[in-house]
Every structure is written in C-alpha cells, then in structure tokens.
C-alpha cells in the first residue's frame, strides 16, 4: 500500500527543488540587476537608460545570435570529447546534455554543471569516475581558448594591463595541469595529504585522472582550443559591436581583452558565475580605457544578459527535458 506513495513523494521533491533552484536563480539575477541599477542611479541613472534605451530589436538578436554560436561551438566540442572518451551518447543527447547544464551555471565554481555527468549515468549507465574527465577537460579548453585570445588581445591592444598577462598564462597553465593524468594524481594525493579531509572526493579524482589519457591527441586538443576560441571570441566581438552602437569608441583588441579579462576575473572570485566580480571588472576597465561611466554601466548589463543570463535561459529549457528523459531511461535500465 506504501508504494504508490514513493513516485508521487519524489515527484513533489523535484518539484519543491525545481522551485527553490528558480528563487536561487531569480535573486542572483535580481541581485546583479539592484546593483548596477545602484551604481547608474549614483552615477546618473537618465544617463544609462538613454544608452539602453538606443539598442534595436535587431542589435539586440545580433548579440544573441553571436551568443547562440559560442554555446553551439562549445556543445560541438563537449560531443568531440563525449566521442574521443568512448560514451555511448549520440550528438542530439549531448547537445541536450551541455544546454542544459548550463541552468547550474550560477552555482559555485559552476560544480553544478556536474548534473550532466548524473544524465549521463542515467542514460548509459557510465559512472561519475568515468565521465567526470569530461567536465575537467571541457573546463580546462575554455580556459586555454581563453588564455589565448587574452594573450593574442591584448598583444595588439594598447591597455596597460599588467595582470592580464599572469591572468592568461595561468588559464593556459590550469588547462594544462588538467589533462595530465599523473601530475592531476599527484595533486589530489598532496591535497589529501595536506587537509586530511574528504577523502572520498580525491579518491574520485585519482581515478577519474586515469581516463584523461584519452584527450592527450595533439590533434584533438587543437581541435577542441580552436572551438573554444572561435565560441569565445564571437561573444568577444559581441562586445565590441554593443560598444560600438553606444558610440564608445574602442578598437576591437581592447574589447575582446576586457571582456575576457573580466569574464576569467569573475571566475577567479568563485562566486555563482563569476557574479560581481565580472561585472565589477568590466566597468572598472571600461572607466579605465576612457568609456564614460553611463555608458560602461550599460554596456555590462547588457553584454552580462545576453551571454550569461541568455545561457542559463536556455539552459532552463533542456533541464527539465534532460532529467525527464534520463530518467526515464534510468527506470527502464533498472528494470531490465
């Protein structure tokens, strides 16, 4: 009598968890808004709402677009790794997989983004230890993609940046640790040996390690780098055309410099999504190359909407698709 209790008891779960993930992401988002609408009311708030109030429908679907080919570049990258790692996935799955996981990404250090790899388990039966290299490489690519356009940027911009270049040898650095099996071993060995806590969680990363052999193909890596750069280097240039519509005057170099710069800055913070940290950068440096205040502010409310906010947006949509099928598939599997 008690079974029929269960389904309709973790139904309600998910639901109540669905509802408190939908507040979390609506006071992250209304709390990054109160704080640039505090700083244009500071600075001049009928200022800012003029540079907002300039953009067209068709300048705002041109950034979305722009948006729309980094996620789709990065998903493409995601099923080259799924292919090269062995999953037995088909592209639409992955496809569905990396959209959706981008609806955790405002979770700390974006760990969230793990929920692909329980997808995964569900639907082929592969275990965390397994697929969790995915994660990691697919980190450490955008990392080295954006390591290297920061490099390249700034190189050809005139910005008098002096932590950017420490800031992209470590991204390139990082991204290099990370598919190296044994000296990724030897850290979570250390790491253990250090804290002398969680245990469990460096044990899976010893083993998780041994499968970052499979992405050591200098061909694959160049591959992977060479979509992660196009992906970011199109939200890079989605920048530099909103500055150009709000009459900034900056070149193309210095856009794509700031926007990465503050974009990694925002991850180094290990806030949810780099929030504040992002955003603070980017104005600060926008002030910095001479952008008036008005309209650094606009500039980063907009560029933060239609590429983060954009991207959990869409991620919204493939979650609930994503832990229906799997689910599905998961009590299928059990079955048989």
């Known amino acids: 009598?008690?079974?029929?209790a269960f389904p309709a008891l973790n139904a309600t779960l998910r639901r109540l968890r669905?509802?408190?993930d939908m507040a979390l992401l609506a006071g992250l988002f209304a709390l990054m808004l109160a704080g640039l609408v505090g700083l244009a009311a500071a600075t001049g708030w009928r200022e800012t709402a003029g540079q907002l109030g300039r953009l067209s429908a068709a300048e705002i679907s041109t950034l979305l677009l722009l948006s729309l080919g980094n996620?789709?570049?990065?998903?493409?990258r995601w099923h080259l790794f799924s292919r090269q790692l062995g999953v037995p996935t088909q592209a639409a799955q992955n496809l569905r997989y990396y959209l959706g996981g981008f609806a955790m990404a405002v979770t700390p250090g974006r760990?969230?983004?793990l929920v692909r790899m329980r997808w995964i388990n569900r639907e082929t039966g592969w275990a965390f230890e397994r697929t969790a290299p995915l994660a990691l490489v697919d980190r450490s690519s955008d990392l080295a993609a954006m390591g290297v356009i920061l490099?390249?940027?700034l190189g050809f911009s005139t910005l008098g940046m002096r932590g950017a270049l420490p800031v992209a040898a470590l991204a390139v650095l990082a991204a290099w640790v990370a598919t190296r099996p044994a000296l990724l071993a030897a850290l979570a060995g250390l790491g253990y040996r250090l804290t002398g806590r969680a245990a469990r969680l460096f044990v899976r990363v010893r083993r998780a390690s041994r499968s970052l052999g499979s992405f050591r193909s200098p061909r694959l890596l160049l591959l992977a780098t060479a979509l992660g750069v196009i992906g970011w280097a199109a939200a890079g240039y989605a920048f530099y055309l909103l500055l150009g519509w709000m009459d900034a005057g900056t070149t193309l170099p210095r856009a794509m410099t700031i926007f990465t710069f503050a974009t990694l800055a925002?991850?180094?913070?290990?806030?949810?999504?780099?929030?504040?940290?992002?955003?603070?950068?980017?104005?600060a440096l926008l002030t910095f190359d001479g952008v008036p205040i008005e309209v650094a502010i606009a500039a980063t409310a907009v560029i933060r909407v239609t590429t983060l906010w954009f991207a959990i947006g869409i991620g919204l949509l493939f979650f609930p698709t994503s832990e229906r099928r799997s689910g599905q598939v998961g009590n299928a599997l059990e079955q048989h």
């Open 111 to 113: 760990v969230g983004e």
């Open 18 to 20: 669905r509802h408190r």
């Open 1 to 4: 009598m008690t079974k029929p």
């Open 71 to 76: 996620y789709g570049l990065r998903a493409a």
């Open 151 to 153: 490099g390249l940027s």
């Open 266 to 283: 925002g991850g180094l913070t290990g806030a949810p999504g780099g929030l504040g940290g992002a955003e603070a950068a980017m104005i």
